[in-house]
């Protein structure tokens, strides 16, 4: 590491400084290695966590796209239907009486091979052919000879054979499969057999872009997908003008869309997942400036004798601005490289967590590698040195301006920074105000209601300083009494050194707060979907059938098997529930169609007023329920109308009632299951609850429906109240596991800064502790000195970060969480959460100090004493 320390310091001989500056920067750089690299760890660690998640969201937002180019292919258009799927016959009458020569009929339907996890694309293969000629190309060279008949034959593979499919080299590898090779595919509750009738390759031609996709003809995928007479959505190649007629002429049910309109709707869902992430990244960022200002500040102030020489001998202020801001820039080049490899080896790990996050809450996407993005890489090594520079300018600013006379006494920049301390604390409160009223400003904006809690990040920074000398000062006496002279020393010292001690306390009190801003957020945010589950979940059985079949036709359960439920001993009554994704005129939400043999639903909690006679009117059809986020995104409430498109076109519905909902972000409608029926043409269910009567026995009524649903074809999942609370609190959980890693680098960064500020002070005040070994202290004396300090440091601290965290916490809940989601919730503290905060930074800090402790002890008086 020395080395290329002292290669990047050789770098400022490029810069026209005298020779005088850059010789002393050289030996300063490389004389003091471990307070330099601390530094520029700090600035990596910074970099790495901003690139890391910047690369795993990139990554997962290519894996996204290229997953729509390999499903949608070229197609410029889709035909939709608002339900039930597109029969065949109105997909032939559509292509001969429009003229369509491109378009194809498409089933897509999620699927496994093994451990693998696939998309089947079902087409038709004859029409599919002048729309994805590559595919077909590739298919027939790997059949052998490139030729026609070739072509001919790998198709009629898939045509003429049932159970038949094509898949990419990569996925062909990861399950072992060889062409002609039969393999087991799980769609849904069901498994069977399937050959692989060819494999296309990986690079250069058709395969490229294929991986994850199961290619399969468009009849053997209404087999496996139970969608026999009908297919999900027609792909079509047009011009403005053939679109213009054809959505002109789609029958009642029908909808044509451009395939840009599917793909951001999708990608909407995402969009605020990935904005949070990038927030806790740039937080690490922040820290890491407190880490190089400090640093730079305390190379300045040891170096203020050398400076004041140079001063005098001619060396003008703007040259020793130049020299400070050179230094920064040699750092942050150093920790921006070290920054890149790390983050991208950071990222390959929080891209798997962005995946799974994604597959647990939104849809499916396989992403299997980091991406390398040069524009995440630029933005993130930009970052890092912008943020260098901008710490750097205040210990340019001040070795600049300080007079000759002046400029060789080594208290000046201390005397200075206890001065100006009100004067920074001033203007934080001035900071935490403008955060606070830009709140209502923003509107729902949710980058100015970042940029709010920003500022009271920082504004709370400047503050505390201030805070820290005050605790210190007071602390004196107590540690006098605990310690004797040692305590009161070592209080005493963190307000003798406040320009340093202050900042890293800042440093680490932000980090913690952060945890705790968090950790309270996630602790609220997981007793009110707690509460949600148990309030909403008022059945003791259910019983579902498995969604992954084609989007446009969900699996149903039998439908007397309501019946056969109700009329087992033990059970009181069954609901029936049957959900799907339906258009709006802002895009798509969920329906949530429901029937009850007790009467209305329950488990609901309005938020709100509620129309006249609501169960009453929603009953008869006359008012729909909508979820709170979809209300406070689109702004609606009560007696507003909602527009759904349904198998009988548009039909608009009033309001009735805004219910919590912690299940979609992009909103759920609920419907009672008649109308549903009447205008979706869809009379299956998806899924039944079971109420058992007080005295049922649960056990044996749980073995009768288990039974039932392993005979149905295909067989039902059963699941008790208790088990889907729990499943779903496991995702819960495994959802924020990403946020748990950021806001640990974050703590990384930050305990990086105080390990770099104590190393300063160690190094600042070697020649006091001289004095104190050779007037008496002894080494152990000396040691507990110096953790006496670190340990003051880590408690106020963790003190300063239980009220920022709580003010950040509260900001997550009411400002961040309820922009990015729509949703809201009751805050709620825990005493863990705020204890867990001050021994966190109190442990921090301790671990920080322990090497320059047995350094400083180590240290011989007298050639501490002997000047340089």
């Known amino acids: 590491m020395t080395g290329l320390l002292a290669g990047a310091a050789a770098g400022l001989d490029a810069v026209r400084l005298p020779p005088a500056l850059l010789a002393a920067s050289r030996r300063y750089l490389t004389r003091h290695p471990w307070q330099t690299w601390l530094s520029v760890i700090g600035i990596a660690l910074g970099v790495a966590v901003v690139i890391a998640v910047d690369l795993a969201n990139e990554s997962a937002r290519r894996g996204f796209r290229l997953s729509v180019e390999q499903v949608a292919g070229p197609a410029t258009h889709q035909i939709q239907a608002a339900a039930g799927g597109i029969a065949d016959r109105t997909y032939a009458e559509l292509r001969v009486e429009q003229e369509l020569e491109l378009a194809t009929p498409v089933i897509e339907a999620p699927m496994r091979i093994g451990e693998r996890s696939l998309t089947l694309l079902g087409l038709d293969l004859i029409a599919a052919a002048p729309m994805r000629p590559a595919l077909f190309a590739g298919a027939a060279a790997q059949a052998g000879g490139g030729g026609s008949a070739e072509l001919a034959a790998a198709l009629l593979n898939l045509l003429a054979e049932p159970d038949t499919l094509l898949l990419s080299a990569s996925d062909a590898e990861a399950v072992g499969a060889a062409p002609g090779d039969e393999i087991s595919v799980e769609i849904g509750n069901s498994t069977r057999r399937m050959r692989v009738a060819a ?10 872009g294929l991986g994850g996709l199961a290619v399969a003809d468009i009849a053997t995928a209404q087999e496996v997908t139970g969608s026999i007479g009908a297919v999900e959505r027609i792909d079509l190649i047009l011009t403005d003008a053939e679109a213009e007629r054809v959505a002109a002429a789609l029958p009642t049910g029908l909808r044509l869309t451009t395939t840009a309109q599917r793909t951001n709707a999708l990608a909407q869902m995402t969009r605020a997942f990935h904005t949070n992430l990038t927030a806790m990244s740039l937080l690490a960022m922040l820290v890491g400036g407190f880490i190089v200002y400090n640093t730079m500040t305390f190379a300045v102030l ?13 060396v003008t202020r703007s040259q020793l601005f130049a020299l400070i801001l050179v230094e920064a820039l040699v750092l942050a080049a150093i920790g921006a490289v070290l920054g890149v490899l790390t983050g991208i080896a950071v990222g390959a790990g929080l891209v798997q967590l962005v995946t799974r996050t994604i597959n647990d809450v939104y849809f499916q996407l396989n992403v299997r590698s980091l991406h390398l993005d040069w524009l995440s890489l630029t933005k993130g090594v930009g970052l890092g040195i912008g943020v260098t520079l901008l710490a750097g300018l205040g210990p340019a600013l001040e070795a600049a301006r300080s007079q000759p006379r002046d400029v ?36 729902r904006s949710m980058t100015w209601g970042f940029v709010a809690l920003f500022l009271v990040i920082v504004g709370a920074s400047l503050c505390m300083p201030l805070v820290v000398r005050a605790l210190a000062g007071l602390t004196t006496p107590l540690f006098g009494q605990l310690f004797g002279s040692v305590g009161r020393l070592a209080a005493r010292g963190i307000t003798a050194s406040i320009t340093r001690s202050g900042l890293a306390v ?20 997981r007793v009110s979907v707690s509460d949600w589950l148990e309030h909403t979940l008022t059945s003791d059985i259910y019983i579902a059938t498995d969604d992954s079949g084609g989007a446009n036709n969900p699996a149903s359960l039998p ?33 949530l169609a429901l029937t009850s043999s007790a009467g209305r639903p329950r488990g609901f909690r309005f938020r709100g007023e509620t129309a006249d006679n609501v169960w009453q009117r929603w009953e008869a059809g006359e008012l729909a329920l909508v979820s709170q986020p979809y209300a406070y995104r689109q702004g609606a409430g009560v007696g507003e109308r909602l527009a759904l498109f349904t198998a009988r076109g548009w039909r608009s519905f009033e309001i009735g009632a805004v219910f919590q909902d912690y299940g979609s972000d992009s909103g759920t409608v609920i419907l009672p299951k008649a109308l549903y029926t009447q205008l979706w043409d869809d009379p299956g269910t998806a899924s039944i609850g079971i109420v058992l009567s007080e005295d049922a026995d649960v056990e044996a009524v749980e073995a009768r429906v288990e039974a039932i649903a392993a005979a149905l074809t295909p067989p039902a999942a059963v699941q ?15 959802t924020f596991t990403i946020t748990e890693v950021l806001r640990l680098l974050a703590i990384g960064v930050a305990f990086v800064g105080i390990l770099s500020a104590l190393m300063a002070l160690e190094l600042e005040r070697a020649k006091d502790y001289a004095v104190l070994r050779a007037t008496g202290m002894t080494r152990g004396q000396l040691r507990l000195l110096i953790m006496l300090q670190t340990s003051l440091m880590g408690v106020a601290a963790g003190l300063l970060a239980i009220p920022l965290g709580v003010a950040m916490g509260d900001l997550l809940i009411q400002v961040i969480n309820l922009r990015s989601f729509g949703w809201t919730m009751p805050m709620r503290l825990t005493p863990d959460t705020l204890v867990s905060g001050v021994l966190l930074a109190w442990v921090a800090a301790m671990l920080a100090g322990l090497y320059p402790a047995l350094r400083a002890a180590r240290a011989t008086p007298a050639q501490a004493l002997r000047e340089e």
């Open 199 to 208: 494999v296309l390759p990986d690079q250069g031609g058709a395969g490229r």
């Open 302 to 314: 040891q170096r203020r004798p050398l400076l004041g020489t140079l001063r005098m001998q001619g």
């Open 408 to 443: 060789v006494r080594r208290t000046l920049v201390e005397q200075r920074g206890q001065r100006l301390l009100p004067w920074l604390a001033a203007g934080g409160v001035l900071v935490i105000a403008l955060g606070v009223a830009l709140i209502p400003l923003s509107g």
């Open 506 to 525: 800042a440093a680490l009190a932000v980090a913690v707060a952060a945890t705790v801003g968090v950790g309270i957020m996630i602790g609220s945010f």
């Open 559 to 591: 439908p007397e098997l309501a019946e056969r439920l109700l009329a087992l001993p033990g059970v009181a009554a069954v609901s029936q529930g049957r959900s799907r994704r339906v258009e709006t005129r802002d895009g798509q939400m969920r329906v």
């Open 720 to 734: 008790t109240n208790r088990g889907i609370r729990e499943l779903s609190l496991e995702i819960f959980d495994r």
